[in-house]
């Protein structure tokens, strides 16, 4: 028998344990009220004749607390939920320490280690990890840390979620170009050459960045307009290109390798486009091309991809910028389907008590940035990259708006259609329709998408294949990327 800890580390069943557990709890009452240990191996016996795979370890201790008070040793189980409590506690004591140190020691090493050698990466890392462990102890009720843990949902971006971050933008190009901008209190005035345009594009870039959690995208098709109506030469070009690829890379914390920027190609190609595709090869742009973009709409034939940021409203009005996504939570289908043992009856009641849980911990998103005052990312709120609201407004409307959604992600579609043997768009549907249900009572923008992550999907992937072991064509392989 296995053993599923609070963390989701699948361990070996060991009776020494639960011995050892009741016995601390028989050394805190009196001698006429402890159990002895002929009736402590009965417990012991009733639990192994259960004969469950895998058994989770709060299952254990509640059947531990209910044979002691079945037995009559009432004030052994009230000690057995004390000594429970205790351990709880000790297990939510700052686990900070230790990730902290290890960021910061010296030596060798590659990747992380290597980023947090330097110092002004040192401070982004730490407050990422006290955020996180924050967010695991105090922020965040027990029932979705312990269903982000097992693996069943996953609970994007713990590590900023102590902070009012927005997910991802798509910052209106236009404004800015059009009117200039105020950055840390230096007016930059709408800009009169193309290199002063692409300068004032990458400053925003940056300064937007350090003001949210994941990618910043914008199309290109006013900055063409603006290098077109000035009649720039490719030399013109070439040298404002490069200024704004190379003020992104040198900027952007490395530590961040969430933070991509999108750039997105409209209208036919031109030098602009062609110098761009030179000097983006192994930075943090991406170019995006306008015929891959996927429409966002709450639909099974066509989910939502936060990369590409086209988007019509209720009215079919296009929405390509100015815009953002206030946060994503992710559905583990694959490791639901794989818990019911491919019921499928049990797999649909476990999905909408999963799906309840993904919509409460979406909303705490939505709630954790509500009364954001727009003097918090005044470039963002204020001067028109995002809206121009006043500095002691909060952006409570902006979160209300559909252009600016909670994002459930859905992970193993695929391969939960092959555990269940059903259609996967009857799973869709199923996620579909709760979402438009969340959308009707809250009047929030949520919308459906299908995983877009590589490292979400191999993390998830490793998790069920502790629990479940190594499945053909299920967990032998990352999940489907869609």
């Not at 059947?63 to 004390?82: D, F, P």
């Not at 409590?85 to 990747?111: A, C, F, P």
Request: proline letters at 2%; aromatic letters at 6%; glycine letters at 4%.
């Amino acid at each position: 028998m296995k053993v599923i800890k609070r963390d989701g580390r699948i361990v070996d069943y060991d009776e020494k344990k639960i011995a050892l557990a009741i016995e601390k709890a028989n050394d805190e009452v009196r001698a006429t009220q402890r159990i002895p240990t002929k009736e402590i191996q009965s417990i012991i016996d009733y639990i192994e004749s259960l004969d469950k795979k895998r058994i989770l370890v709060e299952d254990i201790q509640d059947i531990i607390e209910v044979k002691l008070m079945e037995l009559g040793y009432y004030a052994l189980a009230k000690k057995y939920i004390v000594y429970r409590h205790n351990r709880t506690l000790v297990r939510k004591k700052n686990t900070t320490d230790e990730s902290i140190l290890g960021l910061i020691k010296s030596g060798s090493g590659s990747g992380l280690q290597q980023v947090a050698k330097v110092i002004r990466n040192q401070q982004a890392l730490i407050a990422k990890e006290i955020s996180k462990d924050l967010s695991l102890r105090v922020l965040l009720p027990e029932k979705i840390t312990s269903a982000h843990n097992e693996g069943k949902i996953y609970f994007h971006d713990m590590n900023y979620f102590l902070q009012p971050m927005i997910y991802q933008s798509w910052i209106d190009t236009k404004t800015l170009l059009t009117k200039g901008c105020k950055i840390h209190d230096t007016v930059l005035d709408a800009p009169a050459t193309f290199l002063q345009a692409c300068s004032l594009l990458a400053q925003c870039v940056i300064v937007i960045s350090d003001c949210q959690i994941s990618t910043v995208g914008f199309s290109l098709k006013h900055l063409v307009g603006f290098s077109e109506k000035l009649h720039c030469t490719s030399d013109q070009i070439m040298e404002g290109t490069n200024l704004l690829v190379q003020l992104i890379n040198t900027v952007i914390n490395p530590c961040f390798k969430e933070k991509k920027v999108l750039l997105y190609l409209e209208g036919d190609l031109n030098p602009l486009y062609r110098q761009l595709d030179d000097c983006v090869k192994d930075s943090k742009i991406l170019l995006v091309e306008k015929e891959k973009r996927l429409k966002n709409t709450v639909t099974i034939e066509e989910t939502v991809n936060a990369y590409y940021p086209l988007w019509h409203d209720r009215e079919g009005n296009s929405v390509d910028q100015g815009r953002f996504s206030q946060g994503v939570v992710s559905l583990n289908c694959v490791g639901l389907a794989l818990h019911c043992e491919g019921v499928e009856k049990e797999f649909y009641k476990l999905l909408q008590n999963t799906l309840d849980l993904c919509f409460e911990s979406l909303l705490r998103k939505h709630y954790a940035l509500m009364s954001t005052k727009t003097e918090s990312a005044p470039l963002m709120f204020h001067e028109g990259a995002l809206a121009s609201l006043e500095l002691d407004q909060t952006i409570d409307s902006l979160l209300k708006k559909d252009d600016c959604p909670l994002v459930l992600s859905v992970v193993g579609l695929e391969e939960a259609s092959k555990v269940l043997s059903v259609d996967q768009s009857k799973i869709l549907k199923k996620v579909v329709d709760s979402c438009m249900i969340q959308r009707i009572e809250t009047g929030l923008g949520f919308i459906v998408r299908k995983n877009s992550d590589i490292e979400l999907s191999k993390f998830l992937r490793n998790i069920d294949m502790k629990k479940f072991g190594v499945i053909e064509s299920i967990t032998d392989h990352d999940y489907q990327i869609n």
